[in-house]
Nanobody, 127 residues
Framework: QVQLVESGGGSVQAGGSLKLSCAAS??????????MAWFRQAPGKEREGVAF????????DYVDSVKGRFTISQDNAKKMLYLQMNNLKPEDSGMFYC??????????????????WGQGTQVTVSS
């Protein structure tokens, strides 16, 4: 059973930076075979995907609202997923979750396409 644990959230002012981490455990296959994503959920809103990675073939993707500001990366040796967030805006605030599934097949940003989820880490950006 894959387990995911996020960390790194916090409170920052607009224009600041945070780096989120997601520690993966409970599996023996290569992390390269995992499709992984970061999702964001603001209060009263649906969970939305913001960044996607499938390291097996180097696929990276970002939603338009975070392009040029967020960077997703993965360290297979450490079994870690990261999200570097720069130039943060108040609208970036919310609970951030990492999600994973085995294999590429499936939507990049549909929550139901992911089997494994972390508990979330809170990001608050003040203006």
């Amino acid at each position: 059973q894959v387990q995911l644990v996020e960390s790194g959230g916090g409170s920052v002012q607009a224009g600041g930076s945070l780096k989120l981490s997601c520690a993966a455990s409970g599996y023996t296959n290569s992390m390269n075979n995992m499709a992984m994503a970061w999702f964001r959920q603001a209060p009263g809103k649906e969970r939305e995907g913001v960044a996607f990675i499938y390291n097996n073939d180097g696929r990276l993707d970002y939603v338009d609202s975070v392009k040029g500001r967020f960077t997703i990366s993965q360290d297979n040796a450490k079994k870690m997923l990261y999200l570097q967030m720069n130039n943060l805006k108040p609208e970036d605030s919310g609970m951030f979750y990492c999600a994973a599934r085995w294999g590429l097949s499936g939507s990049r940003y549909l929550p139901d396409a992911y089997r494994y989820w972390g508990q979330g880490t809170q990001v608050t950006v003040s203006s």
